[in-house]
């Protein structure tokens, strides 16, 4: 049977009637249409489908969306500003971070929350905060080298 | 150098800002009409001989448009191609 809920996405607030079953990326990508988030493995271990609730990292593939109600969620769908890009974004692009393009949403997301709480961390601080994001074409060089590009301004 | 506007730059990829924004649509993310859904069902069991599949109750069930086994390939057990001579 359907419950009906609210979700917080990106600012608006959606009413839905889903299933108690689906997880937050199923009806992110099938009921909202915000297919940003990716579905990698399913299972937890890829971090593909990442986004922010509270401002922290969630894997939305573990998480169901009746779980989600009164929660703040951003997906990268949320975080470019009315056509400007955040400085996150474009340092992926500027650093050539991005291949595929897959894992790209998860990672930035996951990268904005960790600079949210530490802006100037260090390198080996940065390969840690993105543990939970593979990515199978850049070998992860480029991607911490834009992360960290956008901790030194 | 300085004469080329391309060799020797390093050049922002074209679909970029697609893929830092989300926007990029992967073939999961289309929704085509009367789009039908498939899923592989795969043998429990390693280098295993098929000797039957009934597919006949899964043809059966509500919305099922096909079901499609090594029958239906004409005996080819990989890809749609043809082998090069």
Redesign the interface.
Known sequence: MKQLIELDVNGEVYELAVEPRRTLLEVL?ENL???????GCDMGECGTCTVLMEGRPVLSCLILAVESQGKEIL???G??KVGQ?SAL??S???H?A?QC??C??GI?LTAKAFLDENPHPGKEEVKRAIGGNLCRCTGYVKIIEAILAVAQE | MEKYSVIGK?L??V???V????????T??M?LPRMLYGKVLRSPYPHARIVHIDTSRAERLPGVKAVITGKDTLGKKYGGLPALP
């Open positions: 990508r249409g915000l297919t940003g988030a990716k579905e997906t990268i769908e975080l470019a890009l974004q474009q992926f692009i500027d050539g991005i393009g897959f790209t949403p930035i | 390093r922002p990829r679909d970029g800002v893929k830092a924004t989300g926007e990029a649509k992967y999961a993310d929704v």
